[in-house]
């Protein structure tokens, strides 16, 4: 089994900052990718932002410059930190991690369980 349990979501007024964080446990071999999506009501769910296990890093263009992502690969944990927050970044952010259970097993994506990030205007 494997868990991500994520954190720091919450209320907070346009121009503010939060900063969410997710642990991965339980049978992990390795992790490939992490990273966030966010599902506002009545939209798809979006990529907001992935880094490799070297490093890399992408975002979804509307945030760039205002959202940061990082990664712990020794405490297999990924971070976001959200600064200059806009009312449309408002939604239910899901943490994922792309990883081998084991040596012999394929990759497969795992997700927590989502925290909410409300931004008021």
């Known amino acids: 089994q494997v868990q991500l349990v994520e954190s720091g979501g919450g209320l907070v007024q346009a121009g503010g900052s939060l900063r969410l964080s997710c642990a991965a446990s339980?049978?992990?071999?390795?992790?490939?990718?992490m990273g966030w999506y966010r599902q506002a009501p009545g939209k798809q769910r979006e990529l907001v932002a992935t880094?490799?296990?070297?490093?890399?890093?992408n975002y979804t263009d509307s945030v760039k410059g205002r959202f940061t992502i990082s990664r712990d690969n020794a405490k297999n944990t990924v971070s976001l930190q959200m600064n200059s927050l806009e009312p449309e970044d408002t939604a239910v952010y899901y943490c994922?991690?792309?990883?081998?259970?084991?040596?012999?097993?394929?990759?497969?994506?795992?997700w927590g369980q989502g925290t909410q990030v409300t931004v008021s205007s």
């Open positions: 994922y991690a792309v990883l081998h259970r084991s040596y012999t097993e394929s990759l497969h994506m795992h």
């Open positions: 339980g049978s992990i071999f390795s992790i490939n990718a």
């Open positions: 880094i490799t296990s070297g490093g890399h890093t």
